[in-house]
């Protein structure tokens, strides 16, 4: 039986599928070392991965969060095995969130050292396929909407952006006296205040209040947050000088 993904609890299916069947496997993307086949097995690991560990919470049996190496398998794969397995973890995916659909909202689930709300899991592959769609085609005007989406600001900080800043911060080696701290500001929204230490980092949303560290558009504030630029620099505007400037894109730097 051929796989299904269900298209309403992931519309951002088709535009995904859409964008790697314009490339070639090989052809490189903005995810810097990463070809349309990486992102492709990616995905599936992030699909799989996201239904394994709801549904053991859905069993009573939790698991641990496995580490990226979950990708090997699936990149071991010729091409047209391995959209099949996307395709198949996709409607896994889809099937336990479905059956998630009778717990609470509110209910905790452990995931990657942190928790996240039983609807985050299919709504964290929704914002892996807007990403990484954008990762393939770049910001044509099609990619650049589906990262402005407000849905995509809430969910890179409430559910993710803990994880977002920690590689950042520990590459910028923080001694114990030094301290970051920023506003990222969009018209017509809540800022993004980002923050870190040596021994912690914090990212919020906060009414607008004071000037910002740098100003720009929803969807590239939400690119800034996953360590990607957009192609046009213009978009990003700050007045506070380049080593204050500097390192706060050093601090967003992704995963």
């Known amino acids: ?72 398998p699936f990149r071991a794969m010729n091409d047209a095995d391995l959209w099949d397995a996307l395709l198949d973890r996709m409607s896994l995916l889809g099937d336990v969130a479905e059956a998630g659909d009778g717990l609470p909202a509110d209910t905790d689930v ?26 393939i085609t770049g910001d044509d005007p099609a990619a650049q909407a589906r990262l402005g989406e407000a849905w995509m600001t809430d969910h890179s900080v409430v559910a993710v952006g803990r994880p977002l800043l920690a590689k950042g911060a520990k590459d910028l080696g923080l001694t114990d006296d030094d301290r970051i701290e920023a506003r990222l500001r969009v018209p017509d929204a809540d800022d993004i205040v980002v ?47 380049p080593q204050t400037l500097g390192r706060v894109r050093s601090l967003l730097s992704g995963y």
């Not at 964008?19 to 599936?44: K, L, M, S």
């Not at 914090?202 to 209040?209: F, P, V, Y």
């Open 1 to 72: 039986m051929k796989s299904h993904v269900d298209m309403d609890r992931f519309p951002e299916w088709q535009p995904f599928a859409d964008a790697v069947a314009r490339r070639r496997p090989d052809n490189g993307t903005w995810c810097e070392a990463w070809t349309v086949r990486d992102i492709v097995a990616h995905q599936a690991g992030n699909a799989e991965e996201l239904a394994r560990v709801l549904a053991g919470h859905l069993a009573g049996e939790p698991v641990e969060t496995r580490g990226f190496d979950r990708e090997i």
């Open 110 to 135: 452990g995931w990657t050292g942190r928790t996240m709300k039983v609807p985050q899991f299919a709504e964290h592959m929704r914002e892996e396929l807007v990403l990484h769609s954008w990762d």
């Open 195 to 241: 923050s870190a230490d040596a021994n912690s980092t914090t990212i919020t949303l906060a009414a607008i209040d004071g000037d910002p560290t740098l100003e720009t558009d929803p969807a590239a504030r939400v690119l800034l947050l996953w360590g990607r630029r957009p192609a046009d620099p213009a978009r990003v505007c700050s007045r506070v000088g």
